[in-house]
């Protein structure tokens, strides 16, 4: 009955263009509509106004003569009160739209460095989206947004900007190990130099203390024994420490050192040497 009445049904989010003997007459909003086909009146089709997207793929070259490839997605709408202009104007909307898109990314990424494009995604998604909205707009179509998602070099390209990334981490990572590597020897050298400082003032403290415990020992002993010199001490002394040396030497079963000539009468010469050194250290020059 509604057809042959000449109603027909316009859904939502949609319009429809009704002509009159072939002529532009009207868009039908969604809903219910009556075409008297007796009086002329026909449907000359519908047009979607929901949001629709459109990716692009466009090769081109760098300035550092690097050819991409890069994808853009254009997101677009039929605007209600153009619908007549976007119904009738363009035969082919995604070719035309990417027409435009091609023209403006092969005319801004030459401009740019390969660096420089995945930098400035923006500002090319920019250019391109003004571009479209300024030529679509004559059409009947929004440019709702625009995205440049991917800006893709070519496989060896890519291979060679991962190998100059590796190197650059591995030329960072050399020097900090080369860096902590000066620290550590400088650290070690430090406390080497450190533990020979304390080890030198042991020494003298030992020495010292040994000068000290000699002194008082020869001063005791000729208090104590009358007739005694400093010399006499001091010879008993040294065959002490003899027999001391000799004992923790023979205590040692790895032990390799032998004296020569190792025997009781050597102590006269050895306290001779001893005393001829003190003698000519303390001789006037």
């Known amino acids: 009955m509604g057809g042959i009445l000449g109603c027909i049904q316009v859904d939502q989010s949609n319009v429809a263009i009704k002509e009159t003997f072939g002529k532009f007459d009207e868009v039908l ?3 219910c509509h009556c075409l008297p086909w007796f009086l002329g009146s026909q449907l000359a089709g519908h047009l979607s106004l929901r949001v629709q997207q459109l990716d692009v793929k466009c090769e081109t070259k760098t300035k550092d003569n690097v050819f991409v490839n890069v994808v ?13 202009d976007a119904f009738y104007k363009l035969s082919n909307t995604k070719s035309q739209i990417q027409a435009y898109v091609f023209d403006v990314i092969r005319a801004s990424v030459p401009r740019l460095n390969l660096d420089d494009a995945f930098e400035q995604k923006n500002e090319i998604a920019r250019a391109v989206e003004d ?9 009947g179509y929004e440019i709702v947004q625009t995205l440049i998602v991917d ?36 650290k070690r ?3 080497e130099a450190e533990a020979k400082y304390l080890a030198g003032l ?11 415990g000699l002194r008082d020992s020869v001063l005791g002993f000729s208090e104590n024994v009358p007739g005694t010199t400093a010399k006499d001490v001091l010879d008993m002394v040294l065959v002490t ?4 040396t000799m004992k923790e030497i023979g205590a040692s079963s790895k032990s390799s050192a032998v004296f020569i000539p190792h025997g009781p009468g050597a102590i006269g010469d050895v306290t001779t040497q001893i005393r001829e050194g003190f003698l000519q250290a303390s001789a006037p020059c």
Do not use: C, H
């Open 29 to 31: 909003e969604p809903g």
């Open 72 to 84: 853009a997605s254009i997101q677009y709408r039929a605007l209600t009160e153009k619908a007549s």
């Open 131 to 139: 571009e479209l909205e300024k030529a679509m707009s004559a059409y």
């Open 151 to 186: 800006i893709e070099p070519d496989e060896r390209v890519k291979r060679a900007m991962n190998e100059i990334n590796a190197a650059a981490r591995l030329r960072v990572a050399t020097n900090e190990k080369a860096e902590a590597e000066k620290i550590l020897q400088i």
């Open 189 to 191: 050298a430090e406390g």
């Open 202 to 212: 042991g020494i003298a403290r030992q020495r010292q203390a040994i000068v000290d």
């Open 241 to 244: 420490q003899y027999f001391d």
